[in-house]
């Protein structure tokens, strides 16, 4: 196996790394401590296991489903780019509310967020 192949694994977004059921969303939102910036919040709770794990929801006012469709692809696209440097062993919920669904306004918004819940390494 080339090293570009085993460096391009670790950036994958796995089913594992997602958080799946409604009662462990719920369990985020209810034991979770809270970070907001303009266009996201994220809620951060610990999980007891080695992965960090999470799920992207949309406000239920964003638009119409392509439009939320396209908001959770950016915010996930961006998650899975700086997965790499978050400690391990918390699940995360990300609200992304309605702004601007470029790239790097929400990588920009993503990573202020996860400094300021001391979630890097």
Not at 16 to 39: A, L, N, P, Q
Not at 42 to 58: C, L, M, S
Request: contains cysteine; aromatic residues 8%.
């Amino acid at each position: 196996m080339l090293d570009d192949e085993r460096t391009a694994r670790s950036f994958r977004f796995r089913k594992t790394e997602r958080i799946r059921t409604r009662r462990e969303i719920s369990r985020v939102f209810d034991d979770g401590v809270r970070w907001t910036t303009k266009g996201l919040r994220i809620t951060v709770v610990p999980n007891g296991g080695t992965q960090t794990r999470a799920v992207f929801v949309t406000v239920r006012k964003y638009g119409n489903a392509v439009v939320r469709n396209r908001a959770r692809r950016v915010v996930s696209e961006c998650w899975r780019l700086i997965k790499s440097t978050l400690i391990q062993g918390v699940d995360v919920v990300v609200v992304i509310f309605p702004g601007e669904d470029r790239f790097q306004v929400r990588k920009a918004q993503l990573e202020s967020l996860v400094q300021r819940a001391a979630l890097v390494v």
